[in-house]
Every structure is written in structure tokens, then in C-alpha cells.
């Protein structure tokens, strides 16, 4: 059964700061999404990730994927207040259409 | 294309009612999904149609829950007998595998079952 763990699963930074959220996933997959939440409003794609070694990178937030390690990273350089959300990875299930979302991370950027 | 769309975007009903919720995807795309999610989780996944036909279905979608897409375009999912274990954010995607497949999420539907 495919288990995604995200840590820190709270993270308070101060504007300018960088940082990194972890994305560890227990079983093989090809495909890795990170997403953004706001309060009580719906998810937003940020990334799609599709291949060991992959990065990309929009604005301050740059994802990477290491399917050996089953790991993915999403850095945020130099925060700002309008980062501040909660930030899922979800990662493919075997051939199958779902994913299997992360418990989140809740980012509160402060002045 | 105006995105994912749901509706009714909130539902109050008491428990033993039925409840019935439409998705409406981004049109051509031909998968569609539905996720719960419950607050500070992350969404769980509960069934999913490529075209009209259903694929999978998550052991968390007991039989008071039924979804259907009967011509590959909307879909509506159907809870039976309400439970107040059932109130959550409900949640519809749709993607292409013309593409990355990238699942693109709608406003959810937030049920409250007193």
C-alpha cells in the first residue's frame, strides 16, 4: 500500500527565509504532483513531476524528484506573505488514476 | 474552459437523508475522480471514470456511496442513509491522458450532516 509522508507538517517562516518541504513516498511511482490549498478554497496544481531527476521551478518554489531515494523536495527561496497555505505532494498509484495526497504542510509566512 | 465545477457548493441535511452531488470536468478531459477530504487532511480518494466506464472504487466508498458518469461527460455521486462520519469537503477532478494527466481540481461540495 502506497504511504506518502510530508515533513514538517507545520512550518512558521519569516519573510526573506528559505526552506525546504519533504515528500517521502513508500512504494515505486512515476508521477509526483504538489499542489497548493488557501483557506476553505479547492487545490491548485503547482508542479507535475514525471522522471527521476526532475525540477521545476516557478517563481520562488522549485520542486525535484528522486524516485530512487522516493523522495521530492519543494524549496521555497526568499518567502513572501502570499506563500502562506497548505501545500500537498500526491503521488500516482501503481498504473491506476488516483493519488494518494500527503497529510499537508501548513505554511504561515510572517513579516 | 471555464475549470471544474461543482454543485451545490454546500449541503446541509439531516442524518438517514440522501444526498446527491453533480461534477462538472473540464470538457475532452476524459478522466474524472472523486476525494474526500476532511479537516487538516489531505484529499482521499474515492472512485474514478475514464470515459463512462468506473475503474476503480477505494475500500473508504461503502455501498450508501454510488457515483455514476453515464455519457463520459458530468457525474454525480450519490450518498444514501447520511452518517455524520459522511460530513466532509467532497471533492471532484478531471484530467487528460492526451497529457501529463495532471488532475485539476474543482470548488468541492462541503456536506454537513447534523
Known amino acids: 500500500e502506497l504511504k506518502v509522508e510530508q515533513n514538517p507538517l507545520f512550518l512558521s517562516m519569516q519573510e526573506g527565509k528559505n526552506y525546504t518541504i519533504y515528500c517521502n513516498y513508500s512504494?515505486?511511482?512515476?508521477?509526483l504532483y504538489w499542489y497548493r490549498q488557501d483557506p476553505g478554497k479547492s487545490l491548485e496544481s503547482l508542479f507535475v513531476?514525471?522522471?527521476?531527476?526532475a525540477v521545476k521551478q516557478e517563481g520562488r518554489l522549485m520542486a525535484s524528484l528522486d524516485t530512487k531515494a522516493r523522495l521530492s523536495t519543494l524549496h521555497i527561496t526568499a518567502a513572501v506573505h502570499d506563500l502562506s497555505a497548505t501545500y500537498f505532494c500526491?503521488?500516482?498509484?501503481?498504473?491506476?488514476?488516483?493519488?494518494?495526497f500527503g497529510k499537508g504542510t501548513k505554511l504561515s509566512v510572517k513579516p | 474552459d471555464t475549470g471544474v465545477s461543482q454543485d451545490p457548493r454546500h449541503k446541509i441535511t439531516k442524518r438517514g437523508q440522501n444526498v446527491t452531488f453533480r461534477c462538472d470536468p473540464i470538457?475532452?478531459?476524459?478522466?474524472l475522480y472523486w476525494y474526500r477530504q476532511t479537516l487538516g487532511q489531505g484529499p482521499e480518494f474515492l472512485t474514478y471514470?475514464?470515459?463512462?466506464?468506473?475503474?476503480?472504487k477505494s475500500r473508504l466508498l461503502s455501498d450508501r456511496f454510488s457515483a455514476e458518469r453515464p455519457k463520459g461527460s458530468f457525474s454525480t455521486l450519490e450518498i444514501q442513509r447520511t452518517e455524520q462520519g459522511d460530513s466532509a469537503m467532497y471533492l471532484c477532478?478531471?484530467?487528460?491522458?492526451?497529457?501529463?494527466?495532471?488532475?485539476?481540481f474543482g470548488p468541492g461540495t462541503r456536506l454537513t450532516v447534523l
Open positions: 477532478a478531471s484530467s487528460s491522458t492526451a497529457g501529463d494527466d495532471t488532475q485539476y
Open positions: 512504494t515505486t511511482s512515476d508521477r
Open positions: 513531476l514525471l522522471s527521476n531527476g
Open positions: 500526491a503521488v500516482g498509484e501503481g498504473s491506476q488514476g488516483n493519488l494518494i
Open positions: 470538457s475532452e478531459h476524459n478522466r
Open positions: 471514470f475514464q470515459n463512462e466506464a468506473q475503474l476503480e
